[in-house]
């Protein structure tokens, strides 16, 4: 069983459509992370938020808009997405500055049409 | 920086067969090392990881790894696979814990 928790499992939403994936750790860590994936790739970073606060954001367009509520949970917000956005969305999280390894959900499949 | 090299993109190998997938890394400074797995229509999975001490780590499901600093390498190796291996295996590094590289991938095949 995963120790972090994502939902929903799968998503399917419009271009118009505003939707949020959450995720939810209790290992008591203090970084998190939100990743892209497409199919036979690897992770792409999006942002990181250590200690609750957005550390590294990769250029990410606006249309996702991330939100660390307290140390256990991170959202991700989704507005006016594009079909290209479509793609595995993995939460993970890890004790920053430390030789910790990532811990990642199952993911969140999420379809634009 | 850091980067991490997966020079294979795809192994095929017979069911009990053994099978190594290369990793090699740039740094200029210490680093961590890791090899995840994702089976298909999961998240990523930790096989084993490299901090410091001894070179050779052992991991879960039979798997290990030699980390060998003067070829700046991880290689990944299982002496005898399982159809179950199937899956997409990942190299990845960090130095500070903070921001992690990813490899590539390697699609491991085992074929009956």
């Known amino acids: 069983d995963t120790e972090v928790t994502q939902t929903p499992k799968h998503l399917v939403m419009g271009m118009t459509n505003k939707k949020s994936l959450k995720c939810e750790q209790h290992?008591?860590?203090?970084?998190m992370y939100w990743y892209k994936q497409k199919a036979k790739k690897p992770p792409e970073l999006m942002f990181v938020?250590?200690?609750?606060?957005?550390?590294i954001n990769e250029s990410v367009p606006s249309r996702f808009s991330p939100e660390c509520p307290n140390s256990s949970l991170l959202n991700l917000h989704l507005h006016a997405l594009q079909p290209e956005d479509s793609a595995l969305y993995l939460c993970?999280?890890?004790?920053?500055?430390?030789?910790?390894?990532?811990?990642f959900g199952e993911g969140s499949r999420l379809t634009v049409l | 920086a850091q980067s991490v090299t997966q020079l294979d993109s795809q192994v095929p190998v017979f069911e009990e067969a053994p099978v190594e997938l290369r990793c090699n890394y740039s740094?200029?400074?210490?680093?961590?090392l890791f090899w995840y797995v994702q089976y298909p229509n999961q998240g990523l999975q930790l096989l084993l990881k490299?901090?410091?001490?001894?070179?050779l780590v052992k991991g879960i499901n039979g798997f290990e790894a030699e980390f060998n600093k003067s070829q700046t390498s991880f290689h990944l190796r299982k002496p005898s696979v399982h159809i179950s291996d199937t899956a997409e295996y990942f190299c990845?590094?960090?130095?500070?814990?903070?921001?992690?590289?990813f490899g590539t991938g390697t699609s491991l095949t085992v074929i009956p």
């Open positions: 993970a999280s890890s004790q920053p500055d430390s030789t910790g390894e990532l811990f």
């Open positions: 290992m008591g860590h203090r970084a």
């Open positions: 938020y250590s200690y609750e606060k957005l550390s």
């Open positions: 740094s200029s400074v210490s680093v961590y």
């Open positions: 490299y901090l410091s001490g001894s070179t």
């Open positions: 990845a590094v960090t130095n500070t814990g903070n921001q992690f590289y």
